[in-house]
């Protein structure tokens, strides 16, 4: 029975792209489906271990045939059933596609690096249409009849009865005109060894020969060395072998990457890792149903799952990889498994090589630590407040900027600790939303007259990871909006004011009453009249914000209102309030203090319109 079907709308779109695009790169459509054929292989190979009838001898074949000009890629795989097909290859429920699609029309005209995204949201099977003019595809799986695909990639697919009784896939690439370099035994089996060079089982092609009594045979030649790439000698791998083993696993597409990681553990449990840390975040990397996680788990060289999450704890799930154990049992389903005690321990050992990495890189290679941190930071951060057994080795590898240093330069923690004089005993932050909403706070205005550095926390994690971070190197973080501030040499200053001024502050308490828990005088500030404080335990502005925006109930809190005894604008009104001044215009006078201060931290102002009006009648007295 044969039937036509329509693709789905996101699949067509896919598909025009494909066929009316010209790739720099179209060798990529063979590495794609030669991964897809190693998938099914993987698949069929670890039903076989629990019925071990089905085993077979697994390969790929590529068969170039110059006389049709078609070019079919088979394997003895897993196969498809109907259902499988239409799910599959003609609607892609996944995700990912959309997203692609939806980040092509973002990019925009500049699409040139589209080959290497391709394969990262699994529309492998689609970019066999930038060679061939329409494409045929014969399956089978276990005892199900076997289905034939056809289309021409315009719109719509034809779904047949095939004949075909070996349990597998085949597809068949009728190739454009422009294409046909592809059915050169050369061409191909150069794209394998480049791309595929590493897959676990043979990709052969057959080729004819001639033997000594001149007649013609076929004879399967193996393109591939098959050789686990993390099971040999980093010095013996080729940059070119780690960029297409790096484009075959990453998560994130691409052949860049910024460090790989050969692991050998031996004693308890006994495993090889290669690891890679990417260059750059993809633009889903908090998307987290896009994103794969987790590692690529093979037991004695035995593919068992590429989503092992169980091997990096969270907030390392930028690395990409592989771990070979030979501890692990073979023979028990993945679920079993991914409960065994072994795979906590491998993460353990896994996580404390790559933070060592990230150290090592951070010292000997600061720009592209930096370049990395700006890419991956946010996703570190985490570690500081989930992984409580890392926390000192992730301190020592998180950078912030600061107000002591020039815009966009980071800073670690040691680098920070090391500038602190004497005379300063606590780190200090301040968090905000950017480095020129916490740069203007009043609130820095001391720190600034003592020469103290401020760390500048911009990240919305930040204020998050910092409930967890009490100390580093015996120094306490203490965030320069709180309260609880101390200077034994400004005490008296701060009494005087208390005394001289203390009817201001009486009467900005009354005005404010409903805003501020308290009305003092302190001595953080030097060219401001006031500024907002945080009590104790209170939400940060910041965070209330954040939370805000997350459309969460916070309670207000009251802030403390601390005025500059030394600034002219207190001394006036201090003068104006022993004057007997007209008791409205003051009080107008002191809601602006208070709508300026809230400003000056960063949060809105309940009615801006009253404010700015104020602002203007002001200035009109002034300039009368
Ligand atoms: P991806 O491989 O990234 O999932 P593709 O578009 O390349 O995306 O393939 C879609 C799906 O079609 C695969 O996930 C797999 O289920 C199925 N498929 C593709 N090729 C084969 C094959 N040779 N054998 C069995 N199933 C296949």
Redesign the pocket.
């Known amino acids: 029975m044969s039937e036509t079907r329509e693709f789905k709308t996101e699949v067509q779109q896919l598909l025009q792209l494909m066929i009316h695009s010209l790739y720099s790169n179209r060798d990529i459509f063979l590495r794609?489906?030669v991964?897809?054929?190693a998938?099914?292989l993987d698949?069929a190979r670890f039903e076989s271990l629990t019925d071990p009838a089905s085993a077979r001898e697994w390969k790929i074949v590529i068969t170039p045939d110059k006389e049709n000009k078609t070019l079919t890629?088979?394997?003895n795989?897993?196969?498809?059933t109907r259902e499988?097909?239409v799910?599959?290859?003609g609607t892609?429920a996944?995700s990912?596609?959309k997203a692609f699609l939806k980040m092509l029309e973002e990019k925009g005209e500049n699409n040139s690096d589209i080959p290497e995204l391709i394969?990262q949201?699994?529309?492998?099977?689609?970019?066999a249409f930038m060679v061939a003019s329409s494409v045929d595809?014969i399956?089978k799986?276990g005892d199900n009849p076997a289905v034939c695909w056809s289309s021409t990639g315009e719109g719509s697919y034809e779904l047949s009865e095939a004949d075909r009784t070996e349990i597998?896939?085949q597809?068949v690439l009728h190739l454009k005109e422009d294409a046909e370099i592809y059915l050169e035994n050369w061409k191909i089996s150069e794209i394998v060894h480049r791309y595929s060079d590493f897959i676990a089982y043979p990709v052969v092609m057959p080729e004819k020969k001639i033997d000594d009594d001149k007649n013609e045979t076929v004879e399967e030649r193996t393109l591939n060395s098959q050789k686990a790439i993390w099971l040999r000698k980093p010095s013996e791998i080729t940059d070119d072998e780690y960029k297409s083993f790096y484009a075959h696993l990453s998560n994130f597409g691409g052949t860049e990457y910024l460090k790989a990681i050969h692991m050998t553990a031996e004693g308890a449990s006994e495993f090889k890792a290669l690891l890679f840390l990417p260059k750059q975040a993809p633009f889903n990397l908090l998307m987290p149903d896009i994103q794969k996680k987790g590692l690529q788990l093979y037991i004695k060289r035995m593919f068992i799952t590429d989503e092992c999450k169980e091997l990096l704890p969270d907030y390392l799930r930028f690395v990409c990889g592989v771990v070979d154990s030979s501890d692990l049992p073979l023979n028990v389903s993945r679920e079993i498994l991914q409960q065994n005690p072994l795979l906590g321990k491998i993460q353990t050992a896994v996580t404390g090589k790559v933070l060592s990495e990230l150290k090592k890189l951070l010292e000997n290679d600061r720009e592209n630590y930096e370049k990395f941190f700006v890419e991956f930071g946010r996703i570190i951060k985490e570690g500081l407040h989930t992984d409580r057994a890392n926390a000192e080795k992730l301190k020592d590898l998180v950078l912030y900027e600061s107000m002591n240093s020039p815009e966009g330069k980071r800073i670690t923690l040691k680098e920070y600790v090391d500038a602190m004089p004497e005379s300063q005993k606590d780190i200090f932050y301040i968090t905000g939303d950017k480095r020129e909403a916490v740069a203007s706070s009043p609130a820095l205005e001391y720190f600034r007259s003592k020469g103290w550095d401020v760390l500048f926390m911009t990240d919305p994690i930040d204020e998050w990871v910092m409930q967890s971070m009490y100390q580093y190197a015996q120094k306490y973080f203490k965030s320069v909006v709180k309260g609880d501030f101390e200077d034994k040499e400004l005490e008296d200053k701060v009494k005087s004011a208390q005394e001289k001024y203390a009817p201001v502050a009486e009467f900005m308490k009354k005005v404010l009453d409903d805003k501020v828990s308290e009305v003092r005088f302190s001595g953080r500030l030097t060219d401001s009249p006031c500024c907002l404080i945080v009590d104790g335990q209170a939400l940060s502005p910041h965070m209330e914000r954040l939370f805000r925006a997350m459309n969460q109930d916070v309670p207000v809190s009251k802030r403390i209102l601390e005025l500059n005894g030394d600034h002219p604008v207190i001394s006036a009104l201090s003068e104006k309030l022993a004057a007997n001044a007209d008791e409205a215009e003051l009080t107008r006078y002191a809601k602006l203090l208070y709508d300026q201060a809230l400003l000056l931290e960063g949060s809105p102002l309940t009615d801006p319109a009253a404010f700015a009006k104020e602002v203007v009648t002001l200035l009109g007295s002034v300039l009368k």
């Open positions: 794609e489906l991964a897809n054929a998938d099914a698949k890629i088979s394997d795989g897993i196969g498809m499988d097909v799910e599959n290859i892609i996944q990912g596609t394969g949201f699994g529309v492998g099977f689609y970019s595809l399956t799986r597998g896939t597809i």
